[in-house]
Every structure is written in structure tokens, then in C-alpha cells.
């Protein structure tokens, strides 16, 4: 249904229409998963950005970011950050046909420095040129945000969906498919 919507709607109505629909998203679907592991999870950002499949280029067209639920001070700046980062890698990377999660594009996983980690999180949705990205949770529980966000809006087919989750090998995202 979004999908239909949103290519008539001004950038502020996109803006409202996707915000209110990853609220419904994280607060019914994906809080009750993540709270199962630690419920001291109380928030997290989120990044849409929209490229322009013209250009090949590395720059996001558009960005927009939010944050649901309640966050620290210092962790309202950390994962917004955080998100926009893995959108950027991943809008970076979006020319390349087979990189379509920020965890392709992650690096050493292993790397000794926690800072210089890079996390997924962010998928690239198969419908329009988008980008969601989530950061607040674990890497896992941040990918199948933006999955859950990504389909609900229309955006992500079930092909996609099951791509992601055996590129990343993200079990919350099979179970979540399961379920619907």
C-alpha cells in the first residue's frame, strides 16, 4: 500500500508516513524481541536515506533520521551516528548488485579496537532506491528492524528478505518471516 502512496506524497508527508509506521513496527514487533535478551533496551535511531539510481554516485540524495523510544543523552548522538554510518557504507556499496546489507560491508568483525568495528544494520530495499538503517540494538536485532520497516512499508520483497538473512545469517530474520 505505501508503496503506491509515497511517490505521490511531498518529502514532510514521506517523512510523517514513515515515521509513524516504524514506530508501529519497533513497538509491536521488535521491542518484544529484543527486551527477551535485555530489557534495558529502551530506544533506537533510525536512518532512511533515498539515492538517486541515475548518478552512480556514493552521496545519499536524501536522509532523514528519528529516534524511537527513549535514549540516554550520550546514546541519542552515538546511534544516530552509528546509523547514518551504516547507510552511508551501504550507499557507498549500492552499485554493486550482490551488497545489499551493511553487513557485507562491515569489515573485520574481529577487529581488536571496538570503535573501529563496523556493525550491519542497514538494508538496501529492492522496491525503490531506499535505505533503512537502525542502530540501538545488537547488530542482528538492528538488521531486522530495518527489515521489518523495509516491508511494512512495501518496499522489501520476501526475496530480498530471505537474501539478507542468509547473507548475515540472521536467525531473528528467518523467524520473523515464519511468523508472518
Not at 9 to 21: D, G, L, S
Not at 94 to 100: H, K
Not at 117 to 138: A, M
Request: aromatic share 10%; hydrophobic share 40%.
Amino acid at each position: 500500500m505505501f508503496k503506491r502512496i509515497l511517490p505521490t506524497c511531498t518529502p514532510a508527508e514521506t517523512q510523517v508516513i514513515m515515521y509513524k509506521v516504524a514506530i508501529q513496527v519497533i513497538g509491536d514487533q521488535i521491542f518484544p524481541i529484543v527486551h527477551k535478551r535485555d530489557d534495558s533496551r529502551t530506544g533506537c535511531a533510525i536512518v532512511i536515506a533515498r539515492m538517486d539510481p541515475t548518478i552512480k554516485s556514493d552521496y545519499m540524495d536524501s536522509a532523514f533520521s528519528f529516534i524511537i523510544g527513549w535514549l540516554a543523552r550520550y546514546n541519542h548522538a552515538k546511534y544516530c551516528y552509528y546509523a547514518t554510518k551504516k547507510a552511508g557504507r551501504l550507499v557507498a556499496e549500492w552499485y554493486n548488485a550482490s551488497t545489499i546489507s551493511s553487513y557485507q560491508t562491515r569489515g573485520n568483525a574481529h577487529h581488536t579496537n571496538h570503535m573501529a568495528r563496523h556493525y550491519g544494520g542497514s538494508v538496501l530495499c529492492d522496491e525503490c532506491p531506499i535505505v533503512i538503517s537502525c542502530s540501538g540494538f545488537s547488530e542482528i536485532e538492528d538488521e531486522l528492524a530495518s527489515v521489518a520497516i523495509a516491508m511494512e512499508l512495501g518496499l522489501m520483497s520476501h526475496m530480498r528478505t530471505l537474501e539478507i538473512a542468509k547473507e548475515s545469517d540472521n536467525c531473528l530474520i528467518r523467524e520473523f518471516l515464519a511468523r508472518k
